[in-house]
């Protein structure tokens, strides 16, 4: 049963991007540089996004928010680093991680996103 779970968690989210971005892939080497590019492009948004929200705070919310995103990006590694650590050894194992973190990184863009769409006299959000 938890092998069922945790091959679930990790074909769904590679069948989803495959489907999506990589399906032309014919190779394992070619796979993991697709994936990392779009890793790396989500990671662009994310940046675009966080400093949108950046922008719109200052003083102790600032230095709050620059803590939490150095933080979350810790977190983020720390996690994507156990979640492929059974492919961590094998030439899957750059597709694996950038699928994760492009998963959480997408995930994190959504929640800043959120941020910047409050409305407005809306105290439970941050901005």
Known sequence: MKKTIILSLVLF???QAVASNCGDAQTQSAMNQCFSADYKEADKALNSTYQKTLKLTSGEQRNLLQ??????ISYRDADCKFQTYKSSDGSVSPMNTAICLQTKTEQR???????????????????
């Open 13 to 15: 989210p590679l069948a």
């Open 67 to 72: 803590s939490s995103q150095k933080k979350w």
């Open 109 to 127: 863009t959504k929640e800043l996103e959120s941020m910047l769409k409050c409305p407005e006299g809306d105290v439970s959000c941050p901005l």
